[in-house]
């Protein structure tokens, strides 16, 4: 047992320091590649925003990369790469939708999403490290590959969890705003056209949940809302 506790110790303490390292070279990363977004018609939706919020602004940087996709980094600054910017640029993308993904990533800012994963990774480490050593006694041979089998499957759930609450956070700012739901269902039924993605992976690992079952959480809110048709 004590062996075992001593592996844990040591390994949730390598699995923190290797985090703080992975955020401070993150921020350096972004800090070399990106530049402050300038746009009329989304700087128009992102004053609604900021004026919904009670904040004087809401500062967009682009993250100089061709995919597709925001991000919240974990100092709270907001990005979008500059695919996605080429992508509004060319049109596939409205003012409205662009909106909506600065919206969504606003929620994982305004609801702690960076500290949590610190936190979810560091005890998802922790339950590989014990569940390598009970099982490998067990099944010497693939109890460690069904140890990460369980430890992915965790954390893609907590990262849906995450991502359907950044969702809802949207959703509200949104229609606070007065730009509504509809750019958010618009966006997320063409993201894996815009992505390139072809198919799914599997449910049980996907870090984000299926555009469909998004589209549909965020139907149920307007119907809870009173806002539906």
Known sequence: MVPIL??????VGAALLMLRLSVRNTLRMLDDKSTVLRDAALEERL???????????????????????????????????????????????????MASVVAHELGHVALGHSRR???DMTGQNAVFVVLTAVLSRVLPVIGIWIANLIAT????????????????????LLVRAGIGTAPQKALFAKLGALTGQRGAPPAWIASHPPAAERIAAIEAREARWGLAG
């Open 6 to 11: 001593l592996t844990l110790a040591l390994s």
């Open 47 to 97: 004053s609604r925003m900021a004026a919904a919020l009670d904040l004087p602004a809401i500062p967009v940087h682009v993250f100089e990369v061709e995919p597709v996709n925001g991000l919240a980094a974990p100092d709270g600054r907001i990005f979008l790469t500059r695919g996605f910017v080429q992508k509004y640029r060319q049109g596939q993308v409205t003012a409205d939708e």
């Open 117 to 119: 994963r610190m936190i």
């Open 153 to 172: 499957a965790l954390a893609s759930h907590l990262s849906r969890a995450a991502e359907h609450e950044a969702d809802a956070y949207a959703s509200a």
